[in-house]
């Protein structure tokens, strides 16, 4: 929650910056194109597309409250001012400011919006682009500059606008093919993990049919082991179904975290494991969601961190509670590797321990180099009913 909370935070400070930046432009270019009409057409004149274009890069500015609305709002502005300029002899418009508030609102639609209105916007666009010629005040030859400066605003925002939206596309199915890589390796483990506790089922069994024979007297108790196990049994194969359901991946949970460490070919990797045998008690697929969130760490050090000296490995339990994990590099902060770090593999991981009940979070270190700290739940296990007094 943490990490998309700060991600949301960036995306917003991101936009914050294009706005400004928008309203910037736009007033740079309002100014001068009254000054350019003042000194061309005399003043008073000035004042329509001032106007005009102050109302649709304002709408252009005010798009993420109603993409929709504003475009057509933006889109019906511009229309009216061509008229105006052609039946009232006034200076050709859409003038610059407006082309460029325009270019932002269509490639905004076609960015967001669904396809059926984001092509109705896009061709209201190219219909004012269209219309310019009407509002050109000369007779030369080929297309009015008011006509070729609305074309290509009108192909930038259009152009945009697709480019990310294709982006968008490719993201989203990049991402559900890492869910599903992760979903068929977790049907993989569920197999292991069913195959454990049935195993200790069949044992206690076993021991309670001897235990009737010999010793009914104490046949409570290995019966109270069936039932304990069978029910760490249910709880472990519903936590792994969740994971199937609601959502590279871990090899197997029995391979080691110092094997892994030892095969690391890269930085020096420092790794602290919790002392005496708390880890042996972990259910399997908090042991394998542990090896998973180490490795792709490891991975993505190896990749995108190569002037990393050393990297920080400590796994620690806290109390019966949880267990957190966190890795730590510390390479020199490099300002496009924000960027590169937020791949897939961080995905997947985020995917697994989000489904176990437990959060996961990455980013830069602010004494330099990358972090990521994931904190698992250890499911308490329920005193199985019964054990005081059995008929």
Known sequence: MGSRVHTAAKAGRAGFAADAALGVASATLLAFWAYQVAVSWGSGYWLFGCIAGTVVCGLALARRRGRVWAAAAGLAVAAASVLAATFVDLPAEPGPAMALGLSVLVGSAVRTLPAVVACAIAAGGLAVTAGTPLTANTLASGLPSVTMLNAAGWLAGVS?????????????TIAGNVRRQERLQLARELHDVVAHHVTGIVLQAQAAQVLARKQPDRLDGSLTGIETAGTDALAATRRLVGLLRETG???SPSESLTDLVRRFNGPAVHLRLPDG??????PPEV???VYRVVQE????VSRHAPHAGSVRVTVACEGDDGVTVEIADDAPPVSTRRHRRGGYGLLGMRERVEALGGTLHAGPRSGGGWGVLATLPLPSRREPPGQGERR
């Open 277 to 282: 045998d708390d880890a042996a008690a972990w």
């Open 249 to 251: 991946a871990p090899t």
């Open 160 to 172: 945009t606008g697709l480019c990310s939206r294709l982006l968008a596309a490719r993201h989203r």
């Open 297 to 300: 760490s490891l991975t993505n």
């Open 287 to 289: 042991t394998s969601t």
